[in-house]
């Protein structure tokens, strides 16, 4: 690997690394506002669902590629 693409790949582990903890705090966000959203509210509570399927879909994506990243820099 060149030095180029070493720190191109370094700056987007780094990226990776920002979008895993930017993630962490939007799930963790989105359960508090699933906590007092009203439990009657059936359709209120799957729009919430999907978005937190959507979230921790782009978190197992984000974290996947970090991993990948981080073995090809060993």
């Known amino acids: 690997r060149s030095g ?5 790949a370094e700056k987007e582990r780094d990226a990776a690394a920002r979008g895993i903890d ?3 705090g939007q799930i963790a966000a ?3 506002r699933m906590a007092v959203h009203d439990q009657s509210d059936y359709a209120g509570i ?10 921790e879909a782009d978190l197992e994506q984000t974290e996947t590629r970090w991993l990948e990243l ?5």
């Open 30 to 32: 989105l359960h508090d």
């Open 22 to 24: 930017k993630l962490h």
């Open 70 to 74: 981080a073995e090809a820099l060993e």
């Open 4 to 8: 180029a693409e070493r720190r191109a």
């Open 46 to 55: 799957a729009a919430l669902a999907d978005e937190h399927r959507a979230l």
